[in-house]
C-alpha cells in the first residue's frame, strides 16, 4: 500500500470513528433511533420559528425530544393509512409557513428548509387522519356564537352583512380547529400506547 493510501485510509478510519463517537442515542420508537444529531436540528428548527429568542435550554431539549417522538409516531401513521401529499401543495404550504414568520426562507440553511418541509408533509398527512376519525364528531354550539357575534357587533356598532358573516366564520373555523386539537391530543396519546418508546437519558 502506497504512502498516501495509508495516510488516506488513517484520516477515513479515525475521522469515521470519531464521528461514530459523536453520535449518541437519545430515544427509540420501536426500531426507529433519535440521536443527539436530530435533536440538535430540531433545536434549530425551533430556535428558527422562535426567531432566535432566548429559550431557556433545558425547555428547548425537552420541546424537541417530544416533537421528535411525535413526529416519528404520526409519520409511522400516515404511513400505516399510506396518505401522500403532492409537492405542489406541500411547496405552497412551506410558503405560507415561511411568510406567516416573515422568514426569508433564502436566508435558512437548505438543510434546515428540507427539515421544517419534511414536518409539514408529516402534519399535513396527521392532519388527514385527525380531519377522518374526528371531524364528523364535532358539533358547534351556534347559539353560543351567535351570542358572542351579537356581544362583539355592539362594540363595532355595525350593521354590515358581510363583515358580520366573515366573523361568523372566522368564529365557526376556530372553534373546529380548537376541538379538533383535542381530538389530535386524545388521538396522539392513543397511538403512543402501541409503540415502543425508549428514552436513553
Same mark, same amino acid.
Given at each position: 500500500?502506497?504512502?498516501?493510501?495509508?495516510?488516506?485510509?488513517?484520516?477515513?478510519?479515525?475521522?469515521?470513528?470519531?464521528?461514530?463517537?459523536?453520535?449518541?442515542?437519545?430515544?427509540?420508537?420501536?426500531?426507529?433511533?433519535?440521536?443527539?444529531?436530530? @435533536?440538535?436540528?430540531?433545536? $434549530?428548527? =425551533?430556535? !428558527?420559528?422562535? #426567531? /432566535?429568542? &432566548?429559550?431557556?435550554? +433545558?425547555?428547548?431539549? %425537552?420541546?424537541?425530544?417530544?416533537?421528535?417522538?411525535?413526529?416519528?409516531?404520526?409519520? @409511522?401513521?400516515?404511513?400505516? $393509512?399510506? =396518505?401522500? !401529499?403532492?409537492? #405542489? /401543495?406541500? &411547496?405552497?404550504?412551506? +410558503?405560507?409557513?415561511? %411568510?406567516?414568520?416573515?422568514?426569508?426562507?433564502?436566508?435558512?440553511?437548505?438543510?434546515?428548509?428540507?427539515?421544517?418541509?419534511?414536518? =409539514?408533509? !408529516?402534519?399535513?398527512?396527521?392532519?388527514?387522519?385527525?380531519?377522518?376519525?374526528?371531524?364528523?364528531?364535532?358539533?358547534?354550539?351556534?347559539?353560543?356564537?351567535?351570542?358572542?357575534?351579537?356581544?362583539?357587533?355592539?362594540?363595532?356598532?355595525?350593521?354590515?352583512?358581510?363583515?358580520?358573516?366573515?366573523?361568523?366564520?372566522?368564529?365557526?373555523?376556530?372553534?373546529?380547529?380548537?376541538?379538533?386539537?383535542?381530538?389530535?391530543?386524545?388521538?396522539?396519546?392513543?397511538?403512543?400506547?402501541?409503540?415502543?418508546?425508549?428514552?436513553?437519558?
Amino acid at each position: 500500500m502506497s504512502f498516501k493510501k495509508k495516510i488516506f485510509f488513517l484520516f477515513f478510519f479515525f475521522s469515521t470513528n470519531i464521528f461514530a463517537l459523536e453520535v449518541e442515542n437519545i430515544v427509540s420508537i420501536n426500531n426507529k433511533i433519535i440521536t443527539n444529531i436530530d @435533536l440538535d436540528n430540531e433545536i $434549530e428548527i =425551533i430556535k !428558527i420559528i422562535n #426567531k /432566535n429568542k &432566548n429559550l431557556e435550554e +433545558n425547555y428547548l431539549n %425537552k420541546l424537541a425530544i417530544s416533537n421528535l417522538v411525535n413526529d416519528e409516531i404520526k409519520l @409511522l401513521e400516515v404511513k400505516k $393509512e399510506k =396518505i401522500t !401529499i403532492e409537492e #405542489k /401543495n406541500l &411547496n405552497n404550504y412551506l +410558503n405560507v409557513f415561511f %411568510k406567516n414568520l416573515e422568514i426569508n426562507e433564502k436566508q435558512i440553511k437548505k438543510k434546515y428548509v428540507n427539515l421544517i418541509k419534511k414536518k =409539514i408533509k !408529516i402534519d399535513l398527512g396527521w392532519k388527514q387522519i385527525i380531519d377522518k376519525e374526528y371531524k364528523w364528531k364535532i358539533n358547534i354550539n351556534m347559539m353560543e356564537i351567535n351570542k358572542k357575534i351579537y356581544e362583539q357587533n355592539k362594540g363595532m356598532n355595525s350593521t354590515n352583512t358581510e363583515t358580520i358573516k366573515i366573523l361568523k366564520e372566522n368564529m365557526i373555523r376556530n372553534e373546529k380547529e380548537k376541538k379538533l386539537l383535542v381530538y389530535e391530543n386524545f388521538h396522539l396519546n392513543k397511538k403512543k400506547k402501541i409503540y415502543l418508546i425508549k428514552y436513553y437519558k
